[in-house]
């Protein structure tokens, strides 16, 4: 869960009067709920992604992530806070030096498991996404579809408590947009809490759920 009250958020050396990328936004979103995250480009989605990421945080106002309020919270905290976290980029950041499972299975060597485990892990969840032929290529070497499942994969893999993502189908096919969607839903049924941000009509049409609506750094409608 997450709550945001009257958060703005400015990036370092923007000019001022262009706005903020987020202005007074306050939302909050239980333990285990699905929301859409949607709006035009610019609107701020990524901004607010990138604040519940702990990847930024807000210029003011206050955050809490998964119990935590986080403005005031030391970086050791932080970092744990954010090994509950998953994120799928818009531009998937896997690392390129790294084999498709060494990427996948980061999260779950950031907690420590035993490797035989993790082995399992990542085998699993590779073969749900449909590469697991692939783990041992390298991300360059893959389509940008295979990339963003990838990026999937190593979002879920450690089953977060908040999963965050960006444009996640953007690359993908209608067949595995609906297996991810469905993905979604039944991590939802098990706590997890998620925010997808999109410009998918047709997905956000057949898949209603609740949405927070930006426009101009503002939220529009929540609900
Ligand atoms: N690194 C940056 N430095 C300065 N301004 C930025 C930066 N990234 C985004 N912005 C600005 O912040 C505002 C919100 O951008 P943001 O990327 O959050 O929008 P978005 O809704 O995710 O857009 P899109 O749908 O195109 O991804 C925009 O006005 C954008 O120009």
Known sequence: MFRLHDVSYLYPGRDTHKGA??????????Q???????????????SLLR????????SSG?????????????RGVIARLRQRIGVVYQDFRLLDDLSVFDNVALPLRLQMR??????HEVNAIMKWVGLGSRIDALPPQLSGGEQQRV???????????????????????DRQATRLMNMFHRLAELGTTIIVATHNDALVRKYPAHAIDLM????????
């Open 32 to 46: 285990g709920e699905f929301r859409w995250l949607l709006g035009p480009s610019g609107a701020g989605k990524s």
């Open 62 to 74: 206050m955050v809490e992530v998964l119990g935590v309020p986080v403005m005031q919270a030391r």
């Open 21 to 30: 990328a987020l202005s007074h936004v306050s939302v909050a979103v239980a």
């Open 114 to 119: 035993p490797e035989s485990e993790i082995r």
């Open 216 to 223: 101009q750094g503002h939220l529009v409608q929540e609900g």
């Open 51 to 58: 604040i519940l990421a702990l990847d930024a945080q807000a």
């Open 151 to 173: 990026a999937i994969a190593r979002a879920v893999i450690h089953r977060p408590a908040l999963l965050l993502a960006d444009e996640p189908t953007n690359a993908l096919d």
